[in-house]
């Protein structure tokens, strides 16, 4: 007489994983987002980028300062080397600002290498290797970060970066306008040469 009740409970039970699912479902938009509006620091002065290793366009060693950047903007990209999306769209987005104001002293394009997993293999030596392999003369940096301590790195933590690929646009009294995982190359553009007067031609001259 009992046996009947089971395949009620069952279905029940079944119902009720279906109705924490659909939950869970129609959560997840609004979790993602309540996440989202905890990353980056728009609005917020842009942290010095305190690293041990900087190379210039020719890939020299040399030093680099947000603050001597005062009066410029600043295209400011972090990557890794084995982040599909960093070579999918960060990059060529990347190249494409970097050649766009290439020799113009009133834009800083700026990569930097976040260290935050694949510690063997997004190593100090990957930096020269991509800014080669992009044809990108432009400063770029390595955060190492510390896998001892599982922790992210600094430049991560300080400008509250979701991942890679990651963009920050910083304006000229170096307070952080924007920051994403990816721009939109000729929208950026576009602002910078609308705000900077700076006039380009169809050869980019």
């Not at 009992?2 to 279905?11: E, H, I, M, N, Y």
């Not at 930096?127 to 992210?152: C, F, N, S």
Request: with cysteine.
């Amino acid at each position: 007489m009992g046996s009947p009740k089971f395949p009620v409970r069952s279905a029940l039970r079944r119902l009720a994983n279906v109705a924490f699912v659909v939950v869970w479902i129609s959560l997840l938009p609004a979790l993602t987002a309540r996440a989202e509006s905890h990353l980056g620091i728009v609005g917020q002065f842009a942290p010095n980028l305190d690293l041990p290793y900087w190379i210039d366009g020719g890939g020299e060693a040399t030093a680099f300062s947000l603050a001597e950047q005062r009066g410029k903007y600043v295209y400011l990209y972090f990557f890794q080397n084995w982040c599909p999306g960093c070579h999918s769209h960060g990059f060529p987005t990347l190249k494409q600002v970097a050649d766009a104001f290439a020799g113009d002293d009133r834009v800083a394009v700026v990569a930097v290498q976040t260290t935050f997993e694949g510690y063997s293999v997004n190593t100090r030596d990957k930096v020269r290797e991509l800014q080669l392999r992009y044809e990108l003369p432009i400063t770029m940096g390595h955060d190492e970060g510390d896998p001892d301590a599982k922790r992210l790195p600094k430049t991560m933590r300080n400008y509250r970066s979701g991942g890679t690929p990651w963009t920050v646009i910083i304006d000229p009294q170096g307070r952080v306008m924007t920051n994403d995982f990816h721009l939109n190359a000729d929208n950026v553009i576009e602002y910078f040469n609308q705000q900077i007067g700076a006039i380009k031609n169809s050869v980019g001259g």
